[in-house]
Protein backbone atom coordinates (compact mmCIF):
# COMPACT_ATOMS: atom_id res chain seq x y z
CA UNK A 1 0.00 0.00 0.00
CA UNK A 2 1.20 3.69 -0.89
CA UNK A 3 0.46 6.45 1.58
CA UNK A 4 0.41 9.77 -0.30
CA UNK A 5 0.16 13.11 2.59
CA UNK A 6 -0.70 16.54 0.92
CA UNK A 7 0.16 20.13 2.80
CA UNK A 8 0.74 23.35 2.19
CA UNK A 9 -3.00 24.71 1.67
CA UNK A 10 -4.35 27.82 2.59
CA UNK A 11 -5.76 30.89 1.92
CA UNK A 12 -4.26 33.24 0.29
CA UNK A 13 -5.46 36.88 -2.00
CA UNK A 14 -5.18 36.70 -5.45
CA UNK A 15 -1.32 37.30 -7.26
CA UNK A 16 -0.38 35.36 -3.75
CA UNK A 17 1.45 32.38 -4.17
CA UNK A 18 1.02 28.73 -2.29
CA UNK A 19 3.73 25.51 -2.30
CA UNK A 20 1.73 22.46 -2.31
CA UNK A 21 3.68 19.45 -1.28
CA UNK A 22 3.13 15.65 -1.09
CA UNK A 23 4.96 12.85 0.44
CA UNK A 24 4.83 9.52 -0.57
CA UNK A 25 5.72 6.58 1.84
CA UNK A 26 7.78 5.06 -1.51
CA UNK A 27 10.42 5.73 -3.77
CA UNK A 28 8.52 8.15 -6.05
CA UNK A 29 10.45 6.89 -8.67
CA UNK A 30 9.01 3.76 -8.28
CA UNK A 31 5.85 5.40 -10.24
CA UNK A 32 5.46 5.91 -13.65
CA UNK A 33 4.03 9.23 -12.89
CA UNK A 34 3.13 11.68 -10.08
CA UNK A 35 0.15 14.67 -10.58
CA UNK A 36 -1.79 17.16 -9.06
CA UNK A 37 -5.32 17.08 -10.00
CA UNK A 38 -7.87 19.52 -8.32
CA UNK A 39 -11.39 19.58 -7.86
CA UNK A 40 -13.48 22.74 -7.62
CA UNK A 41 -17.13 23.00 -6.21
CA UNK A 42 -19.92 22.09 -9.19
CA UNK A 43 -17.01 21.10 -11.78
CA UNK A 44 -15.43 17.52 -12.27
CA UNK A 45 -11.68 16.62 -11.39
CA UNK A 46 -8.77 18.20 -13.75
CA UNK A 47 -5.34 17.44 -13.93
CA UNK A 48 -3.23 20.32 -12.90
CA UNK A 49 0.56 19.04 -13.73
CA UNK A 50 2.09 16.05 -13.64
CA UNK A 51 5.64 14.63 -13.81
CA UNK A 52 7.00 11.58 -15.39
CA UNK A 53 9.53 9.19 -13.82
CA UNK A 54 11.86 10.12 -16.12
CA UNK A 55 11.27 13.79 -15.42
CA UNK A 56 9.22 15.14 -17.91
CA UNK A 57 6.19 17.13 -16.91
CA UNK A 58 3.01 18.58 -18.30
CA UNK A 59 0.51 20.91 -17.42
CA UNK A 60 -3.05 22.41 -17.82
CA UNK A 61 -3.41 25.14 -19.95
CA UNK A 62 -5.10 27.11 -17.46
CA UNK A 63 -2.19 26.92 -15.48
CA UNK A 64 1.03 27.41 -17.35
CA UNK A 65 3.46 29.62 -16.66
CA UNK A 66 2.22 30.43 -13.64
CA UNK A 67 2.74 26.51 -11.60
CA UNK A 68 5.50 24.31 -11.85
CA UNK A 69 5.85 20.77 -10.24
CA UNK A 70 9.13 19.35 -8.99
CA UNK A 71 9.98 16.38 -6.68
CA UNK A 72 12.99 16.23 -4.14
CA UNK A 73 13.81 11.88 -4.76
CA UNK A 74 15.39 12.14 -1.71
CA UNK A 75 12.92 13.44 0.55
CA UNK A 76 9.81 10.78 -1.30
CA UNK A 77 8.29 14.61 -2.35
CA UNK A 78 6.57 16.02 -5.18
CA UNK A 79 5.70 19.95 -4.73
CA UNK A 80 3.65 22.35 -6.78
CA UNK A 81 4.62 25.89 -6.69
CA UNK A 82 1.72 27.96 -7.29
CA UNK A 83 2.78 31.38 -8.44
CA UNK A 84 -0.17 34.13 -9.65
CA UNK A 85 -2.82 32.66 -8.17
CA UNK A 86 -6.29 33.55 -9.44
CA UNK A 87 -9.96 33.02 -7.89
CA UNK A 88 -10.71 30.32 -10.65
CA UNK A 89 -7.97 28.32 -9.04
CA UNK A 90 -9.80 27.63 -5.28
CA UNK A 91 -10.47 23.89 -5.03
CA UNK A 92 -9.17 21.28 -3.22
CA UNK A 93 -5.74 19.78 -5.12
CA UNK A 94 -5.53 16.06 -4.51
CA UNK A 95 -1.95 14.12 -5.22
CA UNK A 96 -1.92 11.00 -7.50
CA UNK A 97 0.39 8.67 -8.04
CA UNK A 98 -0.25 6.32 -10.89
CA UNK A 99 1.79 2.88 -11.00
CA UNK A 100 1.84 0.25 -14.15
CA UNK A 101 2.83 -3.31 -14.83
CA UNK A 102 2.67 -5.08 -17.84
CA UNK A 103 3.15 -8.60 -17.17
CA UNK A 104 0.21 -9.57 -16.50
CA UNK A 105 -1.15 -5.89 -17.12
CA UNK A 106 -2.36 -3.74 -14.04
CA UNK A 107 -2.38 -0.29 -12.73
CA UNK A 108 -3.06 0.98 -9.72
CA UNK A 109 -4.00 4.94 -8.80
CA UNK A 110 -3.22 5.63 -5.34
CA UNK A 111 -4.57 9.19 -4.26
CA UNK A 112 -3.77 11.68 -0.84
CA UNK A 113 -6.75 12.75 1.18
CA UNK A 114 -7.06 16.64 -0.73
CA UNK A 115 -5.58 19.92 0.90
CA UNK A 116 -7.70 23.06 0.38
CA UNK A 117 -6.66 26.01 -1.79
CA UNK A 118 -8.67 29.62 -1.41
CA UNK A 119 -7.63 32.26 -3.37
CA UNK A 120 -9.65 35.40 -2.53
CA UNK A 121 -9.96 38.23 -4.98
Known amino acids: QVQLGESGGGLVQAGGSLRLSCAASRDILSFNAMGWYRQAPGKQRELVAGITGGGRTNYADSVKGRFTISRDNAKNTVYLQMNSLKPEDTAVYYC???????????????WGQGTQVSVSS
Open 96 to 110: NAHEIALVPYRRYDY
